[in-house]
């Protein structure tokens, strides 16, 4: 039986290397096939005007690590933060999470990081693990991530 927060398609389906959309564009910097046991993931680039301003990703599939690390990670360049531009990305990536067949994403951020959180409401994710410990042998805790906010987004 499948998990719940797996998808269908977990080869690269997307042949397009920019995605356009309202406010960004997405430029498609890679997709990663899967190694060892890290998950395949597409990789772009958010794009305002001409300018690079952060980078999405999105992983396909379900491990134990994505209660850490999430199906959709996002950075947003410090001079750029402030004018929603991860939350029309995360709206964007949602598109390609429903082609791979995903009714269901998870998305992590830490506790205090207010600008994440209210991204991820907006983008209308629910909280379902409240500071989940990190593991003390994860890159996340050695680099002083030690606890996470686990959020669900239904598609």
């Keep these: 039986m499948r998990n719940k927060y797996d998808c269908l398609i977990h080869y690269q389906l997307l042949k ?4 356009y959309g309202p406010v ?10 899967k190694e060892k046991d ?5 990789m772009f680039q958010i794009i305002c005007g001409k300018q690079s301003i952060g ?7 379900y491990n134990e690590e994505i209660m850490i690390h999430g199906h959709i990670g ?8 402030g004018h929603h ?3 029309y990305a995360l709206e964007m990536i949602k598109d390609i999470a429903r082609e791979h067949g995903y009714g269901i994403l998870l998305i992590t951020s830490e ?16 909280l379902i693990a409240m500071e989940q410990d990190i593991p003390k042998d994860h890159i996340f805790y050695v680099i002083g991530k030690q606890k996470l906010n686990v959020y669900e987004i239904a598609l």
Excluded: C, H
């Design 38 to 42: 890290s998950l395949p993931y597409y």
């Design 16 to 19: 397009k290397d920019f995605i």
């Design 85 to 87: 531009y991860s939350y």
């Design 55 to 61: 980078t999405i990703t999105l992983r396909l599939g």
């Design 74 to 81: 996002y950075e947003i360049n410090a001079d750029y933060q």
């Design 24 to 33: 960004v564009d997405l430029k498609l910097m890679n997709f990663y096939s």
């Design 111 to 126: 506790s205090d990081n207010n600008k994440s959180i209210r991204t991820i409401s907006r983008s209308g994710g629910t």
